[in-house]
T-cell receptor, first 114, second 112 residues
Framework: ETGVTQSPTHLIKTRGQQVTLRCSSQ?????VSWYQQALGQGPQFIFQ???????GRGNFPPRFSGLQFPNYSSELNVNALELDDSALYLC?????????????FGPGTRLTVT | DQQVKQNSPSLSVQEGRISILNCDYT??????FLWYKKYPAEGPTFLIS?????DKNEDGRFTVFLNKSAKHLSLHIVPSQPGDSAVYFC???????????FGSGTKLNVKP
């Protein structure tokens, strides 16, 4: 069974640019959530996708967008990057409907915006 | 507005003793609570969960207690081991499970 993988591991972008981060869900999982974790803080929920539809969204502006593909892999796109977007971006997969809804996290992508 | 709070940034415990990590929440609609453990350079790993219909859930050395009236939950680790040294996050969700709120984490150090 393959775990959650994310690419790239690290990324450096310039303010104003656009970035795409990728996530492969754990085998059999149909739901993916994306989180932003700033240094010294807990993960902040960005949005969740279930069967290719956005299923829930946190307090992030529309320049944060996502996609989930038929194979349940996912992308996070961020437009017009700002310095405050520098963070660790985590994706987490889970299976719905399910008994416990725990999520399985990938190792994250470290984004630095200069 | 942070709906899940972990007010202790760090905790140091002697090996073999009990570790108690605390978490408070403000949203009375939260229905499901989870604890995650995170090692450096890795994503959080699920540890244990509890539904709001229970007040205790136990899994080996880990027990989570939920006090709904106080909007407080705690994670007990007994006995603590050096390998338990990590950052622990509590998280909460409403019944729809389409949004999860995390605390800021508590760094646990278990001394040999």
């Amino acid at each position: 069974e393959t775990g959650v993988t994310q690419s790239p591991t690290h990324l450096i972008k310039t303010r104003g640019q656009q970035v795409t981060l990728r996530c492969s869900s754990q085998s059999g999982h149909n739901t993916v959530s994306w989180y932003q974790q700033a240094l010294g803080q807990g993960p902040q929920f960005i949005f969740q996708y279930y069967r290719e539809e956005e299923n829930g969204r946190g307090n992030f502006p529309p320049r944060f967008s996502g996609l989930q593909f038929p194979n349940y892999s996912s992308e996070l796109n961020v437009n017009a990057l700002e310095l405050d977007d520098s963070a660790l971006y985590l994706c987490a997969s889970s299976f719905r409907p399910g008994g416990s809804y725990e999520q399985y996290f990938g190792p994250g992508t470290r984004l630095t915006v200069t | 507005d942070q709906q899940v709070k972990q007010n202790s940034p760090s905790l140091s415990v002697q090996e073999g003793r009990i570790s108690i990590l605390n978490c408070d929440y403000t949203n009375s609609m939260f229905d499901y609570f989870l604890w995650y453990k995170k090692y450096p350079a890795e994503g959080p790993t699920f540890l244990i969960s509890i539904s709001s219909i229970k007040d205790k859930n136990e899994d080996g050395r880990f027990t989570v207690f939920l006090n709904k009236s106080a909007k407080h939950l705690s994670l007990h680790i007994v006995p603590s081991q050096p390998g338990d040294s990590a950052v622990y996050f509590c998280a909460a969700s409403e019944r729809n499970f389409n949004k999860f709120y995390f605390g800021s984490g508590t760094k646990l150090n278990v001394k040999p």
